[in-house]
């Protein structure tokens, strides 16, 4: 199971963010890859707790559903997100691609964090699956742009 915790999985996830064009086509959903990048800096945010999202009420923050969709259920495409991970308006694309790596690398570092925020939809999350859910999350995305 691959996690930003390793380091290969999060070298993989940053060469492909490197490597994105700011006008490929997206195979599935409404981003751009601007918006996408965007929206990847603002679940970042949210993972550490620097962006507080409202919680949802849903059945997905109880086991086993919680752990079958952060570890195996493939993730939907065009699923619902929360606005506040849609608010930020893409910049100079570099500038975004270099904010997302770094907040990347940031998020890495925090793997000795005792206490993670609270999912919005799932709830308490342990650090092995917050680190396989941003890896999962980032990896979802990043497919809707390969080319």
């Given at each position: 199971?691959?996690?930003?915790?390793?380091?290969?999985?999060?070298?993989?996830?940053?060469?492909r963010i490197g490597a994105l064009r700011?006008?490929?086509?997206?195979a599935w959903g409404r981003f751009t890859a601007p918006q996408m990048i965007c929206h990847l800096a603002e679940s970042l945010k949210m993972a550490m707790?620097?962006?507080?999202?409202?919680?949802k009420r849903s059945p997905i923050r109880y086991a086993p559903l919680k752990q079958l969709i952060i570890y195996v259920a493939p993730f939907p495409k065009g699923a619902p997100t929360a606005p506040e991970?849609?608010?930020?308006?893409?910049?100079?694309?570099?500038?975004d691609v270099a904010d997302v790596q770094?907040?990347?690398?940031?998020?890495?570092?925090?793997?000795t964090t005792e206490r993670w925020p609270e999912h919005p939809a799932f709830g308490t999350l342990s650090t092995r699956a917050?680190?396989?859910?941003?890896?999962?999350?980032?990896?979802?995305?990043?497919?809707?742009?390969a080319g």
């Open positions: 199971m691959k996690s930003i915790w390793q380091e290969d999985a999060r070298r993989e996830l940053s060469d700011w006008d490929r086509r997206a707790g620097e962006l507080m999202i409202r919680p991970l849609l608010a930020r308006e893409p910049g100079d694309f570099a500038a770094r907040l990347l690398a940031r998020a890495a570092s925090a793997r917050w680190g396989v859910l941003i890896y999962r999350h980032m990896d979802h995305h990043l497919r809707q742009f």
